[in-house]
């Protein structure tokens, strides 16, 4: 079927399709995202208007420091598991309890104290060191 429409426009340079249509992907203006900035610009603007200029800033992953912190209630759980692994002992009826050598930067109040606990940690929440007060322990922040 296409060899009669190529017969029929023999001698004629361009077959029908117009100058630029015959070759690479000029009928479509370019391929991909050339003349995003010319022809096809109410294109951008409508299906992508984010696409040039400043996008964010990410800061360095080597400057960012996660600080590792724990709740009550998870020093409640894990007070066994910490006395086993040396970082709580049980002095009478009080636990004393090294959070920053377990590797904990900061205390926060979320749950119930229900022993009397003395904990070092290197900062804590007004909350947390209310609440294990309350209970008759101490934070004791550097």
Excluded at 34 to 56: C, I, R, S, V, Y
Excluded at 82 to 91: D, I, P, Q, R, T
């Amino acid at each position: 079927m296409g060899k009669k429409k190529t017969k029929k426009h023999r001698g004629s340079r361009t077959h029908g399709r117009g100058i630029k249509a015959g070759r690479g992907a000029g009928e479509r203006g370019g391929r991909g995202k050339a003349g995003l900035q010319k022809h096809k610009k109410m294109t951008m603007l409508k299906e992508d208007p984010d696409h040039f200029g400043p996008k964010g800033f990410s800061r360095p992953q080597a400057l960012i420091e996660e600080k590792r912190v724990i709740n009550i209630y998870q020093v409640e759980q894990a007070i066994n598991d910490l006395m086993s692994k040396g970082y709580a002992e049980k002095k009478g009826s009080t636990y004393e309890i090294d959070l920053k050598s377990a590797g904990y930067d900061k205390l926060l109040g979320k749950g119930k104290s229900r022993h009397q606990m003395i904990i070092k940690v290197p900062s804590s929440s007004e909350r947390a060191v209310a609440k294990v007060q309350e209970a008759g322990g101490e934070v004791v922040t550097e």
